[in-house]
């Protein structure tokens, strides 16, 4: 996973996960989901969001229900990169499954809507270059390191299984 | 040093002699509940992308309740897909529109002391009534917990809320947590909240899932109950035999826990959240004044339509009518529920007021099922998040209170105190 650069979108505190992933559409397909991910709180972010632009958000964002859709639309409109301040926890733990680094950024209201920023997860850093500054963040923990570098929970787990690492029941016939 | 439970439970799980707060550790999963919603369709994929089956067929419970009864072809593929997917991969547990999952698990005999379980819905936390670890997990990682039969955690540090005194008539553990929201917030992640005293001892296990269900509007990893005489009679309820050392599982006495809080119940008032979210809570009684209409009152979801809270709604609607222009539904949380509802006359009583029955599921609580809402309207329910949209339309509002409260909120047509109905 190397740096990415674009253009930010800012969100506020306490982002729930049923604005990110209404329930009304959780039976449509994950382009329909993604296309009315925060739809309530800001339309134009769902059809406007370009592959590798990064989310901005303030605290717990995220909180709410265990939906993976929440963090599987933002993984599938290819957003770089998640900085917010504080997390909730199953919406972290998904957003790092699905192989989208989402790091903790207490400067986020220093970042503004359209700026652009360029984020390094393995490195820690993120550089706003609309302003000119730069940051160090504590960089995904180490243990998921390996995860995050290969692609995901799912990448990970194959890699395991076709290097005979990992024991588990066959599938049936 | 003492440890807390939740310590315990951990070091147990990952088979080490004792675990600190902040460590990362590696636990086995005991039990790993996945549902129609988040479950088969996401999971069976994955399996069929890895080429594996799952870890232990004993272990992986699997519940239908998010998208029952079908209301259109698409739910249907998918509880089909359900079915297919418990034949196929052999699954011992399957409880197939029996009901909401976190409250099967209570009625089942599942969970006991000390056991590690991960489900794949937030309020999986509901399950720490029983002095267990169950926490909600997304569909994602729920597919590496039946492939692996194991998760990461951070051990947490523990946040314990003591509650002395008794409730006075009308006031419910419901109105614990909507004044918890308030008190502490939301932002808990990673931490668990451990809840004790002698409000907590003296109540039904029903009652003290509602604080662990909604452990989850704190954002906390999981809500711990140490276990007592209750719940192994709940457990024994279920079929199964407490394990001989169900009641070691506590926190010592001097554990550390990063903080402590202490309320009273005796002088707690019934608390309603306002739209869209649980800690933006009041005493009910504030929202008089503005005489808000209510267009549906909601007792259904995991969390609000037990026998306990069915029994409170009864209290409430005995000889009573719900208002013209404002509609009750009522969801029973299961199957058992509602029979044990229908024997005891209480569900009954709320037809006889008005009120109508929907099946058990989760339902409306989550926008899923019948009883959504249109732009515009006012839901009163008792259910345990009110976000914006998650009922129905972006444009409508949602507010959370207990069982009386709804009840109360069905009769007057608009939201009151419901201690004004209770004598």
Same mark, same amino acid.
């Given at each position: 996973m190397s740096a990415v650069t674009g253009k930010a979108w800012v969100f506020g505190d306490e982002v729930n996960s049923d604005v990110m992933a209404p329930?009304?559409?959780?039976?449509?397909?994950?382009?329909?989901?993604? %296309?009315h991910c925060l739809e309530a709180i800001d339309p134009d972010f769902a059809p406007n969001v370009q592959p590798g632009d990064i989310v901005v958000a303030g605290r717990a964002f995220g909180?709410?229900?265990?939906?993976?859709?929440?963090?599987? %639309?933002?993984?599938?409109?290819?957003?770089?990169?998640?900085?917010?301040? %504080?997390?909730?926890?199953?919406?972290?733990?998904?957003?790092?499954n699905f192989g989208v680094p989402a790091l903790i950024f207490p400067e986020a209201d220093e970042i503004n809507p359209k700026d652009e920023v360029t984020v390094d997860a393995i490195a820690g850093t993120v550089e706003n270059k609309t302003t000119g500054k730069s940051y160090t963040v504590s960089p995904i923990p180490e243990h998921l390191m390996e995860m995050i570098s290969v692609g995901g929970l799912m990448p990970y787990l194959k890699k395991k299984i076709d290097a005979g690492e990992l024991k588990t029941g066959a599938m049936p016939k | 040093m003492g440890e807390t439970l939740i310590q315990k439970i951990m070091a147990r799980a990952s088979?080490?002699?004792?675990?600190?707060?902040?460590?990362?550790?590696?636990?086995?999963?005991?039990?790993?509940?996945?549902?129609?919603?988040?479950?088969?369709?996401?999971?069976?994929?994955?399996?069929?992308q890895l080429g594996?089956?799952?870890?232990?067929?004993?272990?992986?419970?699997?519940?239908?309740?998010?998208?029952?009864?079908?209301?259109?072809?698409?739910s249907a593929a998918i509880l089909k897909l359900t079915r297919d997917f418990v034949k196929k991969f052999d699954i011992k547990h399957f409880y197939d529109m029996e009901g909401i999952c976190h409250v099967l698990m209570a009625e089942n005999g599942h969970l006991q002391p000390g056991m590690f379980a991960c489900g794949g819905d937030s309020h999986s936390t509901m399950g720490g009534a029983f002095g267990c670890y169950m926490a909600g997990f997304g569909a994602i990682e729920m597919s590496g917990v039946v492939v692996t039969g194991d998760i990461w955690s951070v051990v947490p540090e523990t946040i314990k809320v003591d509650w002395s005194g008794s409730f006075g008539p009308g006031v419910a553990a419901k109105d614990i947590m909507l004044l918890l929201a308030r008190e502490l917030g939301m932002e808990n992640a990673f931490k668990v909240v451990e809840y004790g005293g002698e409000t907590i001892r003296n109540m039904s296990m029903m009652e003290r899932m509602v604080l662990t269900n909604m452990a989850a509007e704190l954002g906390a990893e999981t809500g711990l109950i140490a276990p007592d005489e209750t719940t192994l009679e709940a457990i024994r309820a279920g079929g199964t035999e407490p394990a001989a050392d169900a009641l070691e599982w506590r926190s010592d006495d001097d554990a550390t826990f990063c903080a402590e809080h202490t309320f009273d119940a005796?002088?707690?008032?019934?608390?309603?959240?306002?739209?869209?979210?649980?800690?933006?809570?009041?005493?009910?009684?504030?929202?008089?004044?503005?005489?808000?209409?209510?267009?549906?009152?909601?007792?259904?979801?995991?969390?609000?339509?037990?026998?306990?809270?069915?029994?409170?709604?009864?209290?409430? +609607?005995?000889?009573?009518?719900?208002?013209?222009?404002?509609? +009750?539904?009522?969801?029973p949380s299961s199957k058992k529920i509602m029979k044990e509802a229908a024997a005891d006359g209480t569900l009954a009583t709320i037809t006889e007021a008005g009120g109508m029955l929907l099946p058990s599921g989760c339902g409306a609580c989550a926008g899923l099922g019948a009883g959504i809402i249109a732009e515009g309207e006012v839901c009163i329910s008792s259910t345990n998040r009110n976000f914006q949209g998650r009922m129905?339309?972006?444009?409508?509002?949602?507010?959370?209170?207990?069982?009386?409260?709804?009840?109360?909120?069905?009769?007057?047509?608009?939201i009151v105190d419901p201690r004004e109905m209770l004598s």
């Open positions: 329930g009304i559409y959780f039976k449509e397909s994950v382009d329909v989901m993604a %296309s909180v709410g229900s265990a939906r993976e859709q929440a963090a599987l %639309s933002f993984a599938h409109m290819e957003v770089g990169a998640i900085l917010a301040k %504080s997390y909730a926890r199953i919406f972290y733990r998904n957003m790092l | 088979g080490k002699e004792s675990v600190t707060p902040g460590e990362i550790v590696t636990c086995a999963v005991d039990l790993a509940m996945i549902l129609d919603s988040g479950g088969p369709r996401k999971i069976w994929p994955r399996l069929e594996v089956g799952v870890y232990d067929n004993e272990k992986v419970v699997v519940v239908a309740d998010h998208f029952v009864p079908a209301a259109d072809p698409q005796s002088t707690l008032a019934p608390q309603v959240a306002a739209p869209h979210k649980p800690s933006n809570s009041a005493p009910a009684q504030d929202y008089e004044k503005d005489q808000i209409h209510v267009d549906q009152a909601y007792i259904g979801a995991c969390v609000g339509a037990k026998l306990t809270d069915l029994h409170m709604v009864a209290s409430v +609607l005995k000889g009573r009518q719900v208002k013209s222009g404002t509609r +009750l539904m009522v969801a129905g339309s972006n444009e409508s509002f949602v507010y959370l209170g207990s069982p009386y409260t709804v009840a109360a909120a069905a009769v007057a047509g608009h």
